[in-house]
């Protein structure tokens, strides 16, 4: 490992604007595609092996855990690996009730975080270091916790947390991280701001995927070798302008998977707290496995349904370039882990189950809904929600109805207001999609009816089928989402199917009961 000196902090603001500004798609540059999305995903040689690794939040949570990392780091050296860390466990919801505690005016309270949190990192500091802090990290840490202490006084002064405020004060959480994993490394530390270029939509800000590649080929590239290893932030990134930005919570995945893409290196590797997709949330459905094989698609649905494990942008850059990507547990480095790619190889027709919640179910009921009027209604609901910039996750219709799902906590008055001109219009709230998974499911008899009877004691409230007929979902009421998981991980999963829509054998009703757990998935 070699022991540099950070690069500049300032983002270089040299590069042309991308022609389309935040679209991800077809902006990976040909050079870095290999086979494309039904292609084979084998390692590019030309990428000579080069390895991302992203460690999130619960994997750096204290001293030992960077131990933890930074052998892992240095086993995959010889592969010249690219380490994008999320901040430590539950730094950026402290960095953010901090700045929410200033916005109300309690600057005391929001700058007592704000030492809470200087402290902890000093803690893992000096556990890491024994005999004292090198300069350099001591410095750095200083001017991070100066620069937090006068976001904060500011925010609390003026009692205003703009987006971008907002996104300076969370930006600390991978700074102060990465500071220490790469003082600890003596590796190269990279100021992801100066690569990641996005535009200014603050709080879920919009890779220029374009810009960043041209930036990574620069600057970051000529770092990366067999023998080192470069440290980078996940989650940030800024303008041309240099106003730092956030990807969105979760986002570091996603920024993985921008620098494998832009690197066009041979896998993304996601490292977490457990080993791989598995078929389920553990934290859901205790009889959850570990998913060995998943198809980008399997994997981005998942993730679109709530699979927190990886973020929904994550998959997108990755499979236009054709990089396999990994899920892994830095608990057990040596255990199961997922590899997702553009093939399926297995024949299982459901894959896994995911959950979304809370959503609110909005149903505009239309007696003539088969008649003109009620094609104009059709068509008019959907200038309606476009106008109101209100996205749709599922929608479903019937003879006389249109049923569709929107994120909770969206402002509605107005939408409603509008809908009422077509018709009588019923909104459900506190509901959560429940989502059954799988390549095959399309060509698989009796799928529904076995979802069917494992939901049959839930009120399910709407049913959908993705036009990728790859997902199954049903919108339940959120206190039943537990139970319907948990049914239809029985019914469909530890009972597997086999492809002509016959059991393959499996627990009966009473082992799973009792949590037995002895079914081979993959
Ligand atoms: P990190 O901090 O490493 O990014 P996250 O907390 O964001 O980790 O994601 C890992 C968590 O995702 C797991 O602890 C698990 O509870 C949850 N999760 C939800 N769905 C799944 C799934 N299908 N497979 C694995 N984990 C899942
Ligand atoms: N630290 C950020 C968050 O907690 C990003 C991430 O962990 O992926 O949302
Ligand atoms: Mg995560």
Redesign the pocket.
Same mark, same amino acid.
């Given at each position: 490992m070699s022991i540099r000196t950070e690069k500049s902090k300032e983002p270089p603001n040299r590069l042309p604007a991308s022609p389309r500004r935040g679209v991800v798609q077809d902006l990976i540059p040909l050079r870095s595609r290999r086979s494309g999305p039904e292609g084979d995903a084998g390692p590019d040689p030309s990428a000579g092996g080069k390895i991302i690794m992203k460690f999130?939040?619960?994997?750096v949570a204290d001293a030992g855990c960077m131990r933890e990392v930074a052998a892992l780091v240095t086993a995959a050296l010889p592969r010249s690996p690219l380490v994008v860390l999320?901040a430590t466990a539950g730094t950026t919801d402290s960095l953010l009730a901090a700045a929410r505690l200033a916005e109300q005016g309690d600057r005391d309270g929001a700058l007592l975080i704000g030492r809470e949190l200087q402290s902890r990192h000093r803690g893992i500091a000096g556990e890491l270091f024994p005999g004292g802090l090198p300069g350099e990290l001591d410095q750095a840490l200083t001017a991070m916790d100066a620069e937090l202490d006068l976001l904060l006084r500011g925010v609390a002064m003026l009692r205003e947390l703009s987006p971008r405020s907002l996104d300076a004060i969370a930006s600390i959480g991978e700074r102060l991280s990465t500071r220490i994993l790469a003082a600890f490394m003596q590796a190269d530390w990279v100021d992801a701001r100066t690569v990641v270029r996005t535009d200014d939509g603050f709080g879920s800000a919009l890779p220029l995927f374009q810009e960043l590649s041209a930036l990574a080929a620069r600057d970051l590239a000529p770092l990366l070798g067999p023998g080192r290893a470069v440290v980078t932030q996940g989650f940030i990134g800024a303008t041309a302008g240099g106003v730092t930005t956030t990807l969105g919570r979760?986002g570091?995945?996603f920024s993985a998977a921008l620098f494998g893409a832009a690197l066009g290196v041979a896998d993304i590797q996601i490292w977490?707290? +457990?080993e791989g +997709?598995?078929t389920?949330?553990?934290?859901v459905v205790r009889a959850a496995q570990p998913i060995a094989e998943l198809s980008f698609k399997e994997a981005g649905e998942?993730a679109a349904f709530g699979?927190? +494990?990886l973020h929904p942008a994550t998959i997108k850059p990755a499979m236009e370039a054709g990089i396999p990507v990994t899920v892994r547990s830095t608990r057990q480095p040596n255990g199961r882990f997922t590899t997702i790619t553009a093939q399926v190889r297995t024949g299982r027709p459901i894959t896994?189950l995911?959950g979304r919640g809370p959503v609110t179910l909005v149903t505009l009921t239309c007696a003539d809904m088969h008649t003109q009027s009620g094609f104009l209604a059709m068509g008019s609901l959907f200038q309606v929600l476009s106008r109101h910039r209100i996205g749709v996750d599922l929608i479903a219709t019937a003879e006389d109805s249109v049923s569709f799902t929107v994120e909770a906590g969206l402002p509605l008055e107005a939408l409603l207001k509008d809908l009422e001109g077509f018709g009588a219009v019923g909104v459900a709230r506190d509901r959560t999609i429940v989502a059954v998974v799988g390549e095959r499911l399309k060509l698989t008899p009796g799928v529904t009816g076995r979802c069917f009877g494992a939901l049959r004691e839930i009120n399910v409230e709407m049913i959908s089928m993705g036009a990728n007929e790859i997902n199954l979902s049903f919108v339940v009421r959120r206190e039943d989402a537990t139970a319907a998981l948990v049914a239809l991980h029985g019914a469909l999963i530890e009972s597997p199917m086999r492809e002509d829509g016959r059991s393959a054998g499996g627990l009966s009703h009473a082992e799973r009961r009792r949590g037995t757990n002895i079914v081979q998935f993959g």
């Open positions: 999130g939040g619960s994997s999320s979760g570091s995945d977490t707290d +457990v +997709v598995l389920c949330d553990p934290r998942l699979a927190k +494990v896994a995911a």
